[in-house]
């Protein structure tokens, strides 16, 4: 081996140089195949921000890019405006609250059409006209677990004082929900409604800014009755 590469040695010592002044074609193309046979040294690495690469990825902090639960409040304004409030009981698979505080009741004579799934607050100008199917109630401020605000009826008594099992539960089972969260149960074998509590802590809940004589305004925009020629008086004293 060693005697080979001498000879090969020799032999590139001993061969001509290239002047570059010959008339051959091909003599000008080595100089072109030498450089391509160069490598070229790679590039350097792009260094990251923090200046060693991956070292961003990991101070990565999770826990600072979280958002809060009540991000579309406060951090990026938004309000939730309530177009419509429901008036009725809650469901009897749904825990709710009551508003506690007597300002926060508005005691009233409604008009309950089922068939609709609609009440209407009557004022006192046709009171009389349709007495025989109207209620006196307390309206309360109630709200579910996922902050649905609605106003439930509670009847009020008779003018003997007294009101019937159904309706006498169900302002005791009202009366509990001030304090926790219950669910309103209706037990047809007693012919009353029972409370259910919950059996683990759930957090108060966050009641809307709005002030009772708001809330009532959605909930009976358009389920006022104060005039005798009003649609619904008219039908139930078969006028139309």
Same mark, same amino acid.
């Given at each position: 081996?060693?005697?080979? &590469? ?78 419509? &409030? ?128 708001? &809330? ?7 389920? &006022? ?16």
């Amino acid at each position: 081996m060693e005697n080979k &590469i001498d000879h090969a040695s020799d032999s590139v010592a001993n061969s001509p140089v290239s002047t570059g002044s010959s008339d051959d074609p091909t003599a000008e193309s080595t100089p072109d195949k030498a450089r391509s046979n160069v490598m070229t040294p790679p590039e350097p690495k792009a260094e990251t921000a923090a200046g060693q690469p991956g070292e961003l990825l990991s101070n990565f902090d999770l826990k600072g890019l979280r958002l809060p639960q009540d991000f579309a409040s406060e951090e990026f304004g938004a309000k939730r405006l309530l177009t419509r &409030i429901p008036v009725g009981k809650p469901a009897k698979t749904e825990f709710f609250r009551v508003r506690s505080g007597a300002e926060w009741q508005f005691p009233a004579s409604v008009l309950e059409l089922k068939e609709e799934r609609e009440t209407y607050v009557i004022g006192p100008r046709v009171r009389d006209c349709i007495a025989e199917v109207t209620r006196a109630v307390v309206l309360h401020v109630a709200i579910d677990r996922h902050e649905n605000l609605y106003v439930l009826p509670v009847p009020l008594p008779g003018h003997d004082g007294r009101r019937n099992p159904w309706h006498e539960s169900l302002a005791l089972v009202v009366s509990k929900a001030e304090k926790s969260w219950i669910r309103c149960v209706a037990n047809l074998r007693a012919g009353s409604y029972d409370a259910w509590a919950a059996e683990s802590k759930i957090p108060d809940p966050e009641w809307p800014d709005l002030s009772l004589n708001e &809330i009532l305004k959605i909930a009976f925009r358009d389920r &006022i009755v104060d005039s005798p020629d009003h649609p619904v008086i008219s039908a139930i004293r078969g006028r139309c």
